[in-house]
C-alpha cells in the first residue's frame, strides 16, 4: 500500500554534513505529520526531528541549530540536511510518516516507517 524509501547516509567526518531523503510511494491520499528517528547501536530509538503537514517542526534538543527537517508535498518526501555533525550523530536513521491511503476504496490511516539508512560520522 504505502512505502517509504530512504537515501542519503553515508561515512562523513566530524563537522561534515549529510542530507536524508525520505520518498513514500503507493495509492496515498495525504501525509500528516513525517519525521526522522535514530537508533544507536545499544541505545533506544529517539525522535531526531518531526514535521506536520502545515510546516510546523520540532527537533531533539541535541540536533537544533544542526538539522533542519523539511519537506515536498508534491513529491511525498521529505528531507533532513544535517550540518556540524558530531560523532555521537551515528546511529541508524530512520523515516517515519502517518499516511492515510486508499485500500479496494477504502480510506485507512496507518503510521509507516522506512528501512534505514546508515550515517557515521568519524574521523
Known amino acids: 500500500q504505502v512505502q517509504l524509501v530512504e537515501s542519503g547516509g553515508g561515512l562523513v567526518q566530524p563537522g561534515g554534513s549529510l542530507r536524508l531523503s525520505c520518498a513514500a510511494s503507493g495509492t496515498i491520499f495525504s501525509i500528516n505529520a513525517m519525521g526522522w528517528y535514530r537508533q544507536a547501536p545499544g541505545k533506544e530509538r529517539e525522535l531526531v526531528a518531526a514535521?506536520?503537514?502545515?510546516?510546523?517542526?520540532n527537533y531533539v534538543d541535541s540536533v537544533k541549530g544542526r538539522f533542519s527537517i523539511s519537506r515536498d508535498n508534491a513529491k511525498n518526501t521529505v528531507y533532513l540536511q544535517m550540518t556540524s555533525l558530531k560523532p555521537e550523530d551515528t546511529a541508524v536513521y530512520y523515516c517515519?510518516?502517518?499516511?492515510?491511503?486508499?485500500?479496494?476504496?477504502?480510506?485507512?490511516?496507518?503510521?509507516?516507517w522506512g528501512q534505514g539508512t546508515q550515517v557515521t560520522v568519524s574521523s
Open positions: 517515519n510518516a502517518d499516511v492515510t491511503y486508499y485500500s479496494y476504496n477504502v480510506r485507512s490511516r496507518n503510521d509507516y
Open positions: 514535521i506536520t503537514s502545515g510546516g510546523s517542526t
